[in-house]
């Protein structure tokens, strides 16, 4: 069976913006992380039929509902440093897709040999709705009117006279109650 393309589907978890070495760096990957819709549980059915697998790999239960993780490895073995993906237009963004997120996934499904499973490697992310701050977006703070920013022309730094630097010894004795 070939790549297929999944319907709208709300990301659960992703770990696109780096790899994910929880495990180790042999074992480095991109992961993402849906609830099975109906559409999702058609299209994942439809492979493993087609496939004569006996299982499907990935799949858990998360309060109540049914989960799936995909997963790629070969861009980490490859030197990629975060998931590429893309917009509603198929034009490559900075973004990635986290939490929250509306997107569609280019899924490549592969029988495993070993125990005639089927594993679906994600493949590809188009981002539909950006409903998260992560992944390259702000971090949910309103703007601040006159105030500094990073494309505001940068200061020299102003050094502190050198008696201004020294420790304040008298009061060494209270340094006891700290715990480190």
């Not at 992703?14 to 299209?43: H, M, R, V, Y």
């Not at 198929?90 to 990635?96: C, F, I, R």
């Amino acid at each position: 069976m070939s790549k297929f393309i999944t319907d709208r589907v709300t990301v659960d978890f992703a770990w696109l913006n780096k790899p994910d070495t929880k495990f180790g760096e042999d074992t480095a990957n991109f992961n993402l992380s849906i609830e099975i819709d109906e559409n999702t549980q058609d299209q994942l059915k439809a492979a493993v039929k087609k496939l004569g697998a006996t299982k499907l790999n990935g799949v858990w239960e998360k309060d109540g509902k049914r989960m799936v993780k995909f997963k790629n490895r070969i861009l980490v073995k490859n030197g990629a440093t975060s998931f590429p993906c893309v917009d509603s237009q198929n034009k490559p963004t900075q973004m990635t897709a986290s939490g929250g997120d509306v997107v569609r996934l280019l899924l490549s499904p592969k029988v495993i040999s070993r125990d005639n499973s089927l594993s679906v490697y994600l493949e590809g992310v188009q981002i539909i709705e950006k409903n998260s701050d992560y992944g390259g977006g702000g971090a949910g703070f309103d703007a601040v009117d006159d105030a500094w920013t990073d494309d505001a022309p940068k200061a020299a730094p102003v050094s502190e006279p050198a008696s201004a630097a020294e420790p304040d010894v008298e009061n060494e004795e209270l340094d006891d109650d700290l715990p480190f």
